[in-house]
């Protein structure tokens, strides 16, 4: 395997590609306990058109989180048990652009890594479990349906994007799974679930060739070629709806704002850009900013807001969020901080404390064996290498940041999601 020292880091990261095209990335941690591996494709719940070996296919959507559920099935076997007979936790998620597989342990790490290869190499669906889960998922979207926070989510994104799939709820609909059948999972595994569209990534106190030895054993041989995601008709570059506004059963007026960023092509320069992004949220309205002390002194959010810069999947946003008592001035001040920093720059001894602050935020989650996996992975999909943050850091300059404040933050880019209390829109009326 090939080994890359970060002397910055004091980090070695052991890669190499398999034959079947599957990338695996260890990071030794000599003398740790913990050990934690991640199985990754790249596919998620924005792959829902997609063209491989000069086909065209349209899935419904909710098809990548619908296979994750069903994929801790086995036949005669309970993969959730056997994890647990060899003391390992798994788990796993899907998002708008991967689905991710994993499990932590202490011991029995080589037969629980085997365990997560094999099952999720291992379709098996029947139309009995399918049906069956059917259900299960339709409460899971009903349930975020009644959740003001995801309401106030899928609302900003269906206001910033005009065509991109990232419209959709990652669960899909209640309508939407109507459509999903064994044959739909099949079919989407054998396009997403081979190992050329897939990263195996461990961390902890293993043997790097053992790992890629093991993968290599158990996962099929031959290189398959890799699907090509649509996302639709090119993006208008403003956003589709400038407001939208609901009210459901909440104590407080919650809000989500965002503003919609040209999406950075994957490479090097993708790294790049998402840390000019995070710098300039953080700038802007970031809790050193002197807007978000200004507006928690004024009374306009509360503990509960936060941002920040959300790359990936074909899409770029800076974003924040949370209760507010106006959020359409909260907008407004937002906007009018933006302008002033793009015409008068922005405050070198705050640009160089941020830097620090987000440089140290970033060497200390190295600490945190799940984060460091999960970032490696989401990176090198991205075809970046995360472990290049320092350097990053040290090359970005003050005016990049204006120069993105100014560029992205604007009114025509801008969308905001509202929910309120149920009846509050009449008495304001």
């Known amino acids: 395997m090939k080994k890359t020292y970060y002397p910055r880091l004091d980090e070695t990261l052991c890669s190499t590609v398999l034959p079947n095209g599957l990338t695996v990335l260890v990071l030794p941690k000599p003398g740790f306990t913990r050990k934690i591996a991640y199985f990754v494709t790249n596919y998620g719940s924005v792959h829902t058109a997609f063209t491989m070996d000069g086909k065209h296919y349209t899935t419904p959507a909710g098809v990548a989180h619908y296979l994750e559920h069903k994929m801790f099935d086995l036949p005669g076997r309970d ?3 056997e994890f647990a007979a060899l003391g390992a936790s798994p788990n796993a998620f899907t ?6 597989y994993y499990f932590s342990c202490t011991d029995n790490f080589t037969p629980a890594l085997r365990l997560l290869l094999e099952f999720v190499s291992t379709p098996y669906f029947t139309e009995e ?3 069956k889960e059917r259900g299960i998922i339709a409460q899971e979207i009903l349930m975020y349906a009644d959740s003001a926070d995801s309401v106030v989510v899928e609302e900003m994104n ?3 994007y005009a065509h991109h799939p990232v419209r959709v709820p990652i669960a899909g609909t209640v309508e939407s799974i109507q459509d999903i059948t064994p044959q739909t999972l099949y079919d989407c595994h054998r396009a997403f679930y081979h190992p050329a569209n897939m990263v195996l990534c461990v961390v902890g106190d293993v043997d790097p060739g053992e790992v890629a030895a093991i993968a290599e054993e158990l996962l099929p041989r031959e290189r398959h070629s890799v699907a090509v995601p649509d996302y639709g008709p090119a993006e208008p570059e403003n956003a589709v709806t400038a407001v939208s506004r609901q009210e459901m059963d909440v104590a407080m007026t919650t809000f989500q704002l965002a503003f919609k960023c040209p999406a950075p092509p994957t490479g090097p320069e993708f790294a790049r850009q998402e840390l000019v992004a995070a710098l300039a949220a953080e700038m802007l309205f970031g809790q050193s900013s002197q807007l978000y002390q200004w507006l928690y002194e004024d009374g306009f959010i509360d503990s509960s807001f936060g941002g920040g810069e959300e790359f990936g ?7 924040c969020g949370g209760d507010s008592r106006d959020p359409e001035e909260v907008r407004n001040c937002i906007l009018n901080e933006a302008k002033y920093l793009a015409e008068n720059g922005l405050d070198q001894a705050a640009f160089d404390r941020v830097k620090r602050s987000f440089l140290g935020i970033r060497f200390k989650n190295l600490t945190s064996f799940d984060g460091t996996c999960f970032r490696l992975v989401a990176y090198h999909m991205e075809g970046c290498d995360f472990f290049d943050f320092p350097k990053l850091f040290e090359s970005v300059t003050i005016d ?3 120069q993105y404040i100014a560029d992205n933050v604007r009114p025509e880019t801008c969308s905001l999601a509202i929910v309120d209390p149920r009846g509050k829109l009449k008495v304001d009326n």
């Open 158 to 160: 269906r206001g910033l």
């Open 313 to 319: 999947a074909g899409t770029a946003i800076l974003t």
């Open 79 to 81: 993969v959730t048990e």
């Open 129 to 131: 479990s399918v049906e």
């Open 400 to 402: 990049e940041v204006r």
């Open 95 to 100: 998002s708008y652009g991967m689905t991710a």
